[in-house]
């Protein structure tokens, strides 16, 4: 059991490019999320979904865009990569409806753009 | 809208000695609440949660955490730490759609 896969773990973007970080998740699991964490922020939501076709914004979703095409995947689209998208990024899932499930996340994407 | 405050950028202790994390909360309506634990190079791992019921919660490696409703906290505890304790600990706040709202984190050093 494989948990919640993230690829890939580092990467270095220059400013302008596009990529996409891929996510998935081997538990069936109906709820999906992308985090980033910056040093003393803790961690900033930016899309989630509660199901395949389904998705929303969070607190910080500018600069990037999400789909949910199957229940296991979940990507992350960079357009334009800027220097504030520097950032480690996590996904994680979830498996109840009523918030007493806990997140199960990702090891993280290490992103630079420069 | 909800919100979560962990008032130390950093913990220090020594090693078989108590500690404490702290952490409050701002939430309307009952409060589900969260305890992670960070490792370099790691993705947050679960700790305990607080859902109702007790409001001592006790969780993984020996952690506990205290619910206080009304000073709206929600205390990370060990009788004992280790030097393996040390690492980066997050409170977070349900919100909708199971969707956390998280602290700043905390760093937890404990000296040999």
């Known amino acids: 059991n494989a948990g919640v896969t993230q690829t890939p773990k580092f990467r270095i973007l220059k400013i302008g490019q596009s990529m996409t970080l891929q996510c998935a998740q081997d538990?069936?699991?109906?709820?999906m999320y992308w985090y980033r964490q910056d040093p003393g922020m803790g961690l900033k939501l930016i899309y989630y979904s509660v199901g395949a076709g389904i998705t929303d914004k969070g607190e910080v979703p500018n600069g990037y865009n999400v789909s949910r095409s199957t229940t296991e995947d979940f990507p992350l689209r960079l357009e334009l990569a800027a220097p504030s998208q520097t950032s480690v990024y996590f996904c994680?899932?979830?498996?109840?409806?009523?918030?007493?499930?806990?997140?199960?996340f990702g090891n993280g994407t290490r992103l630079t753009v420069t | 809208a909800q919100s979560v405050a962990q008032p130390e950028d950093q913990v220090n202790v020594a090693e078989g000695n108590p500690l404490t994390v702290k952490c409050t909360y701002s939430v309307s309506g009952n409060p589900y609440l969260f305890w992670y634990v960070q490792y370099p190079n790691r993705g947050l791992q679960f700790l305990l949660k607080?859902?109702?019921?007790?409001?001592l919660v006790k969780g993984s490696y020996g952690f506990e955490a205290e619910f206080n409703k009304s000073q709206t906290s929600f205390h990370l505890k060990k009788p004992s730490a280790l030097v393996s304790d040390s690492a980066l600990y997050f409170c977070a706040v349900r919100g909708q759609y199971s969707t956390l709202t998280f602290g700043k984190g905390t760093m937890l050093l404990v000296s040999p």
């Open positions: 994680a899932s979830s498996y109840r409806q009523d918030g007493s499930s806990p997140l199960h």
């Open positions: 607080y859902i109702t019921g007790d409001n």
């Open positions: 538990m069936n699991h109906n709820y």
